[in-house]
């Protein structure tokens, strides 16, 4: 009499799902860290945007001292936040045999050159991020200094158009030419903006366009090493270098007064409009700074097609908010372009998705991209 024999359950199914649901849950965790750093971001570049125009426009102070004093803060906070991470990381002991230190000391040797070179290239795109981002604080200064808020939100609206130039410049990456046609109308609403808005004027019009350009140049290259550096080195690096840069500027318009800087005088300091000053700006570096943090953690985190998306309905709700809380006057024509600036944008973005590129031999991908969590 034959016993039919029965097979014995197969154990790597249970493990097979404990490991899907661990997946699962930290997909889940990432989704809701992603969607924590949207919220820090809009809410500390909304406190960031409406304390720079009442320090520029109210307080009386000039754009180069409160870039300066954004670029400093950041940089000392920066330099705190390196140094906590470093110090509260656990040293490991080495944990192998002789043959395998030896094979990774070859391994080290043979790729001792190509290190040299990626630190090389670091650097360099590191003094070059410096420059960029102290130029684009003074350049959006200025330009809040000198036209509404809401206007200088639209104008940075247009940012996809500049994006699509630095991406083929720097990036090497082509364009499909539905996108390219989807930035029309979000020419034609800056156009209209800028002959329409009623608190127009030239110099902040072009450092905002100027800023524009800057600004979408140093996150093309900021993409290509924060995958490398991280994104609070990358944006203490970053500050120190800005400050390097600005301190010459700063120093050459402020040669005239500096008499009036070495002399003591406690009677400035207890000027209830200069303590009140002060006030504005301690909480203006600190929103900047979180400003700063949480934007390198969305694009370290999002697509670049993500990150375009929140960045649009950022600057829309910037305008909206921004409107409501000076009381800007608008025509109906100035409304009427920032609603073709803000539709045409998203036009791009959907355009970005439906139509993309075809692969280049000489494309060179981006650093950190990845996809949405």
């Known amino acids: 009499m034959l016993r039919t024999q029965t097979s014995t359950p197969s154990k790597p199914q249970p493990d097979r799902r404990r490991a899907q649901s661990v997946d699962a849950n930290e997909q889940r965790l990432k989704r809701y860290e992603t969607f924590l750093w949207l919220c820090a971001w809009y809410l500390t570049s909304l406190g960031t945007l409406l304390l720079n125009k009442i320090i520029l426009t109210e307080r009386g102070v000039s754009s180069q001292a409160l870039g300066a004093c954004q670029m400093l803060s950041t940089a000392l906070l920066g330099?705190?936040?390196?140094?906590?991470?470093?110090?509260?990381?656990?040293?490991?002991?080495?944990?192998?045999?002789?043959?395998?230190?030896?094979?990774?000391s070859q391994a080290e040797q043979r790729t001792e050159e190509s290190t040299n070179a990626q630190r090389s290239d670091v650097r360099a795109t590191l003094v070059a991020l410096g420059a960029l981002r102290g130029l684009t604080v003074v350049l959006g200064l200025v330009s809040l200094a000198h036209v509404a808020a809401s206007f200088t939100e639209t104008i940075k609206a247009t940012a996809p158009i500049f994006?699509?130039?630095?991406?083929?410049?720097?990036?090497?990456?082509?364009?499909?030419?539905?996108?390219?046609a989807s930035l029309i109308p979000v020419m034609v609403g800056l156009v209209v903006c800028a002959h329409t808005e009623v608190s127009y004027d030239a110099i902040g019009f072009w450092a905002a366009l100027a800023n524009n350009a800057v600004d979408c140049l140093q996150n093309v290259l900021s993409k290509?090493?924060?995958?490398?550096?991280?994104?609070?080195?990358?944006?203490?690096?970053?500050s120190l270098l800005a400050i390097a840069f600005q301190l010459p500027i700063l120093a050459a318009r402020t040669t005239a007064k500096a008499e009036a800087l070495v002399q003591p005088s406690t009677t400035f300091m207890l000027d209830p409009h200069v303590q009140e000053s002060m006030k504005y700006i301690l909480v203006n570096v600190c929103c900047y700074h979180a400003q700063s943090v949480s934007a390198y953690c969305v694009v370290d985190r999002l697509s670049p097609v993500s990150t375009s998306v929140a960045n649009t309905l950022k600057r829309s709700l910037l305008i909206f908010l921004t409107i409501i809380y000076f009381g800007n006057e608008m025509t109906a024509e100035s409304a009427g372009g920032v609603v073709v600036v803000v539709c045409g944008v998203g036009l791009y973005n959907w355009a970005r998705v439906r139509y993309p590129a075809p692969a280049a031999d000489d494309e060179v991908p981006s650093a950190g991209d990845k996809d949405d969590t």
Not at 95 to 104: K, M, P, T
Not at 163 to 180: K, N
Not at 224 to 238: A, E, N
């Open 79 to 104: 330099a705190a936040k390196v140094w906590w991470s470093s110090s509260s990381q656990p040293e490991r002991g080495p944990n192998r045999s002789s043959v395998d230190l030896e094979a990774l």
């Open 224 to 238: 290509k090493i924060v995958s490398t550096l991280g994104p609070v080195k990358l944006q203490f690096y970053t």
């Open 163 to 180: 994006t699509v130039w630095t991406a083929r410049v720097v990036l090497r990456q082509r364009t499909s030419g539905p996108v390219v």
